[in-house]
């Protein structure tokens, strides 16, 4: 086979995509109830969005950025993700002067250039929720409260929530400082990423994908002990208004994330069934990034579904949807017949009945025998099949054949439609 997919990049088939649409229904549903709108946003957008609003210093900007130069000069990036985009758009659009809260929703794909493996692509689909304008942490709490009824909506019993806060610009360089003084002695047994990252940015060395650098970091100073008392009764806030709801959580102090634009609450949602890329979702604050953006000081918190992750855990069961196959086949037999066909299939079609026709054309291609066709129905796997012969149509009947029943009669060609209509029950 000469044309491939572009490694880590996958198709979504037929079979698949009904369960992503199962998903997207179910997102929308609570979404809205939670009272999110959806904004979409584009897919590029120009590279210094990304490398101010990520961080300069982070694997995605670093490594990961599918970037070119467009045929203006312009350096552009397919997106790595979704927040910076909704907070340039927020911005641009000036939304924070119509409503004090603004909550809005995202679904479509990103695109890192990661190394390939199970759970791991290069274009993935993300559904993302932002609320700007409210600094309080029940609305953190909120945002995990949605996340969590989707996925036990989804029948989802095995996730973890894990949670997290980074402190603020007043407490996080206490930490950086406990985290550096631990990490300068055992420099030589971490890998060469983390070691360039060690003065610009060493939060990065916790959110490390290497195996040994997180065995020589397991007992580093952790965010606990280095919160600001702001930043901590913050925490205790959410968990607070978390336990009013009942959901389960696990307090993660080395949870780091791999986005440099957190503030406070962090937190991930894990499921061990996907085994090494287990987080089926990831969010947290992000208080300075509007205004890092060139808006106003608001503050901010989302969260991104990685949704191949998602659709991989979710069991159909009861609920599956089979792929839609048409109801009516109608079979042909000569130019008359042909004509009458296609008019009768764009007649069914308008009434709300999906069907499929012998479509060759005497003229074009030689008419298959009335048996091939009848089997072609079968294949379909219709309900019923029409059969018009140049004889029908003269007489003004078709034969309608019950494909369960095996049962055939004799209609009259005016009033077929009506009789679909009524056995099919539209
Ligand atoms: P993230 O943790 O980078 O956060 O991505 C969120 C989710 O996207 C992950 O938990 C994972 O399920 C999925 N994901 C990420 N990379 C891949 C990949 N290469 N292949 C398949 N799935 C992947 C963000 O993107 C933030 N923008 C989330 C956020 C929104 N924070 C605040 N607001």
Not at 17 to 22: A, I, N, S
Not at 41 to 54: C, M, N, S, W
Not at 200 to 227: A, F, H, Q, T, Y
């Amino acid at each position: 086979m000469k044309y491939r997919a572009i490694k880590g990049v996958k198709d979504i088939l037929p079979g698949e995509t009904e369960k992503w649409y199962f998903i997207e229904r179910h997102v929308r549903d609570i979404f809205e109830t939670f009272g999110f709108s959806e904004i979409k946003i584009p897919i590029i957008e120009k590279t210094p969005l990304f490398v101010r609003g990520i961080g300069e210093t982070t694997d995605i900007v670093e490594k990961e950025m599918y970037s070119f130069e467009d045929k203006g000069g312009d350096s552009i990036t397919l997106r790595p993700e979704g927040t910076a985009s909704v907070v340039r758009a927020y911005i641009e659009h000036g939304l924070y002067n119509s409503h004090p809260l603004t909550k809005l929703w995202y679904i479509g794909p990103m695109f890192r250039h990661e190394r390939p493996q199970a759970g791991r692509y290069r274009q993935f689909y993300q559904i993302g929720a932002e609320v700007f304008g409210e600094e309080s942490p029940s609305i953190d709490a909120d945002i995990i409260v949605m996340l969590m009824e989707l996925f036990k909506r989804l029948g989802l019993n095995e996730t973890e929530l894990q949670l997290n806060s980074l402190g603020c610009e007043r407490c996080r360089p206490l930490f950086r400082e406990r985290l550096l003084d631990f990490i300068k002695n055992r420099l030589p047994m971490l890998c060469e990423d983390c070691n360039r990252r060690f003065e610009s940015n060493p939060l990065r060395v916790l959110d490390c994908k290497s195996k040994n650098c997180s065995e020589v970091i397991r007992d580093s100073p952790s965010m606990d002990g280095s919160r600001c008392e702001g930043c901590q009764r913050h925490l205790d806030g959410v968990i607070e208004y978390l336990l009013i709801t009942g959901i389960k959580y696990r307090l993660n102090p080395r949870l780091a994330r791999g986005l440099d634009y957190y503030t406070r609450t962090t937190f991930e949602v894990t499921d061990k069934r996907l085994g090494a890329q287990d987080a089926i979702a990831g969010g947290g604050r992000y208080d300075s990034l509007v205004e890092d953006l060139g808006g106003p000081q608001i503050p901010a918190i989302g969260f991104a579904i990685g949704m191949e992750r998602l659709a991989s855990l979710i069991d159909m069961g009861d609920n599956l949807i089979p792929p839609s196959s048409p109801k009516v086949y109608i079979a042909a037999m000569g130019e008359e017949a042909n004509r009458k066909a296609f008019d009768l299939l764009y007649q069914i079609r308008l009434r709300g009945i999906s069907g499929e026709m012998n479509y060759s054309d005497q003229r074009f291609v030689p008419n298959k025998s009335l048996k091939s066709q009848l089997r072609k129905g079968d294949q379909y796997g219709v309900s019923y099949t029409l059969i018009i012969g140049d004889n029908e149509i003269k007489s003004g009947k078709v034969i309608l054949r019950d494909m369960k029943r095996a049962e055939q009669e004799e209609i009259d060609i005016q009033d077929i439609v009506e009789v679909l209509v009524k056995r099919i029950g539209r």
